[in-house]
């Protein structure tokens, strides 16, 4: 099948319309405290598959247009139980009055109310609910990934438990930035004004194939409908040195126009300390880092969204993120001889002053058509550019601590501009036998990076041109897919999805004359198939194939010296990755969730620690040099063990397979991995709450690496006073100090390298929040409005 014949067949759904009629659904939810605000309403299919949401009006109202059919409608708020009811729309029809129960306890002069789980599971997806957990408070959105239950965030990356790298998305938008880019702009963020976050480990056709392990979904608050609200939190974060952040977020709804703007500033700085144990043949380096990093960082958020019609929603949304994380950095490698004495020691010390800069633009559209078709349309633009100017100074001395002379002085000015724009669609089409989806997006980037490399040991800075380069990269790529939904005898459920995506890319470094191409075209197939008993016996299998592509920065052959004995450098033959995804899950009464999963990796790629004994330095590089395979059995347990005491409990047992398929000089290895965690809240009284946090990960083996041991106890309590309106958190964090990257290590050319990282695990924070508004603006009755898709960068 050429390429022709395959883009005709993945576009020819998008000709495909029929005709329907919609009707108007009507209700007005209360409780026995009066009219409830902001409850979610949902309406599903019978395949299962989501047709509409809104919540309610500050009357209680709601109202949504949708097509002739029959549906499940689930009515869910905060603290109540969830209504449910089977409706057939063959007319416009108003349900009248419906009534959430609320789930009160009386202990003694106690009060609880039951509120909403911190993890649901769904047919293709996890989703953690961030506000339910204490430990965010005042927290950013990368500390709230770090709390996702099998989301590890270490070493400048964002992975499963036990399955590789995973893309970030916000709202549906692929963010197009990662390693350290994604994480300042995750940091940007405030963990508040996330609603919840979906783990999606095999996602379906609709969205990109990109990332080893899947896909994380950030899904932003929307505000209460039909009234004002703002919201202000100032927080102190303590370790060795301290940062403050004020975060303020407005929201305002009335009629057919919805606006938000947020607003967030950090000042202060963090500590990082590093140590890096080579051991060379003649004997050991032992090097240590202890490092001053600038928190300091400005953002903001606007949203705008206009309903035109009762079928038509518009929307702009734009981002803007300023962030100088300059750092201080003092390096000293102790060298050893054969005898394990010190013979000397170099003292690097730098200042490297650092700037970013990012904004990106939506415009969004979202319409329902008629036979109950939907479509949205997105056009989103990337804006990102760095700097990076690092000094360092290398001074060697005696073991006793005599000078004896400046080794290397050197002055190191990069920076990298990234530009990405896309256009997307989505078409929802349900037919009289399954629900049919199916789209298309185009993305295209481009990126430059430079770098200059001053030798300032004279006093005068003189360009070194071997050392400076300028690397341009420009990648492509043009996807369709189409994916089906179907539901039969009740229990079954089945989904296909096929997803075609074609890429182009170029590099071209202008220092080493160095032009590399790359074209490729690929089928990413997803299956879905799932099979409920009843209500206490829940099925599920998926396979998904994924594609894990280089970042920018990856890609740039040149070198970036870290300090005198270390420097970093890109490949840019790198070839993306390829995985093959299998996962079943198995949901008893939905609390006690089991998991089985099995990932197969192709010319699997990553980073190289090696050494070069002549010269003891240490090159850390990038290539494809594995093929491997990983597996995990898991338990997961969710449970009100009293009327005060909620658990959410998990533990998986993973293991690993690798073969390399390049001589890298280097034997593989493999072994077990055995994980735990425990969340435990406790409510103590009225607005009163304590929670235990604890994660163990053990000692692990892996392809070319292993990694020491990860614990980490957090400890944090919540009180709200003034009727809720003004919240104080108090959190620590990393009690022990245990939870940080230790003892990374590899060996390579017969070299052992041990690597260790800790910047402030261990902190303490105090974060007051003040919420205040109006909830009674005279409104006309209107539909909710839309968000979909955003962007990628340079992993490093």
């Known amino acids: 099948m050429n390429k022709a014949t395959l883009f005709i067949f993945l576009l020819l759904p998008l000709w495909c319309f029929s005709q329907s009629t919609t009707f108007q659904l009507k209700g007005k939810v209360i409780s026995n405290s009066g009219l409830l605000a902001e409850a979610s309403i949902e309406l599903l299919t019978q395949q299962g598959i989501a047709a509409g949401t809104t919540v309610t009006a500050t009357d209680g109202t709601f109202a949504m247009l949708i097509p002739g059919n029959t549906y499940k409608i689930k009515i869910s708020a905060t603290g109540f139980a969830v209504w449910e009811k089977n409706i057939l729309m063959e007319k416009d029809t108003d349900i009248g009055l419906i009534l959430l129960s609320e789930p009160i306890t009386n202990l ?27 430990t965010n408070a005042g927290g950013d959105a990368l500390s709230a990934l770090a709390t996702a239950p099998g989301v590890m965030v270490q070493n400048n990356a964002i992975s499963l438990l036990g399955k590789g790298i995973t893309r970030v998305m916000i709202d549906g938008r692929l963010i197009e930035l990662s390693g350290e880019e994604l994480h300042n702009f995750l940091r940007s963020l405030a963990a508040s004004d996330i609603k919840n976050i979906e783990v999606i480990t095999n996602p379906p056709a609709k969205y990109d194939a990109g990332g080893s392990g899947g896909l994380i979904n950030i899904i932003l608050k929307k505000g209460l409908r039909d009234a004002w609200k703002n919201t202000t939190t100032v927080s102190y974060d303590q370790n060795t040195h301290a940062f403050y952040t004020l975060r303020n977020s407005f929201n305002y709804s009335k009629n057919k126009i919805r606006f938000s703007w947020t607003e967030n500033g950090r000042l202060g700085s963090s500590r990082e300390t590093e140590t890096l144990n080579i051991y060379y043949p003649n004997g050991l380096w032992e090097l240590k880092d202890d490092s001053k990093i600038r928190k300091d960082n400005l953002s903001g958020r606007v949203t705008f969204d206009y309903t035109i019609s009762d079928k038509t929603t518009v929307g702009l949304q734009y981002l803007n993120d ?17 005898t394990n004495t010190i013979d000397r020691i170099i003292v690097n010390k730098g200042l490297n002053d650092k700037h970013t800069n990012s904004q990106t633009y939506n415009a969004h559209v979202l319409s329902q058509l008629d036979s109950g078709k939907k479509i949205a349309i997105d056009i989103d633009h990337l804006a990102f550019d760095s700097g990076f100017d690092k000094g360092f100074v290398a001074t060697a001395y005696a073991s006793d601590g005599t000078f004896q002379n400046i080794t290397q002085s050197a002055r190191n000015l990069s920076g990298q501009n990234i530009k990405n724009t896309s256009i997307k669609a989505d078409m929802e089409h349900p037919l009289p036998f399954f629900e049919l989806s199916y789209g298309f997006k185009a993305s295209f980037t481009n990126s430059k990076s430079a770098v200059r490399y001053f030798n300032t040991i004279t006093g005068t800075p003189e360009l070194d041109p071997n050392q400076s380069n300028e690397f341009a990269y420009r990648e492509n790529n043009q996807a369709v897919y189409i994916n ?74 040149f070198r970036s010296y870290i300090n005198s004995n270390s420097y970093s450098e890109g ?53 494809n040099y594995y093929n491997g395979y990983s597996y995990g059995i898991g338990e997961n347990y969710a449970a009100e063990i009293t009327n005060w005491w909620e658990s959410e409990n998990s533990v998986y047992l993973l293991g690993s397979k690798t073969n390399f398929t390049t001589d890298i000089d280097a034997v593989p290895v493999n072994g077990f991995q055995f994980y735990f965690s425990t969340s435990n809240t406790f409510s103590l009284g ?3 709450k304590l929670q ?10 892996s392809g070319l690496y292993s990694v020491g041991y990860v614990s980490g106890l957090d400890i944090a309590v919540k009180q709200q006073l003034f009727k809720k309106s003004l919240q104080m958190t108090l959190l620590i964090n990393d009690v022990f100090n245990t939870a940080f990257l230790k003892d990374y290590t590899s060996v390579v050319h017969g070299i052992r390298q041990v690597y260790s990282e800790n910047e402030s695990s261990r902190f303490f924070r105090v974060a007051v929040t003040y919420t205040f508004g109006n909830n009674k603006i005279n409104v006309k009755q209107r539909e909710l409005g839309n968000e979909e898709e955003k962007k990628r960068a340079g992993k490093s």
């Open 108 to 134: 003694g002069e106690v009060t609880i109310i039951t509120s909403k789980k911190i993890i649901e599971q769904k047919t293709d997806r996890l989703i953690y609910h961030v506000e339910n957990n204490l």
């Open 322 to 338: 300023n962030g100088n994380p300059d750092s201080q950095s003092n390096t000293a490698i102790a060298i050893h001889n054969t």
């Open 686 to 688: 009225e607005g009163t």
């Open 692 to 701: 235990l946090d604890y994660t163990y990960n053990s000692p692990n083996k």
């Open 484 to 557: 089906g939904n179907k539901k039969w005898k009740e229990k079954w459920e089945m989904q296909l999805g096929l997803r075609l995506e074609n890429t182009q890319t170029s590099g071209y470094s202008q220092t080493l004359s160095q032009q590399t191409k790359n074209n490729y075209l690929k089928l990413f197939p997803t299956v879905y198939v799932s099979y409920q008993e009843n209500e206490n016996h829940n099925f599920n299998f998926s396979y998904g194939k994924r594609i894990n592509k280089p970042g920018f920065g990856m890609l740039n052959p």
């Open 571 to 623: 490949n840019p033959f790198l070839k993306p990755s390829f995985h093959d995804n299998f996962n079943f899950t198995y949901t008893y009464k939905k609390k006690l969730r089991s998991n089985i999963f099995f990932n197969a990796t192709t010319d699997g790629y990553g980073v190289l620690f090696t050494s070069n004994p002549a010269t003891n330095t240490q090159i850390i590089s990038r290539g």
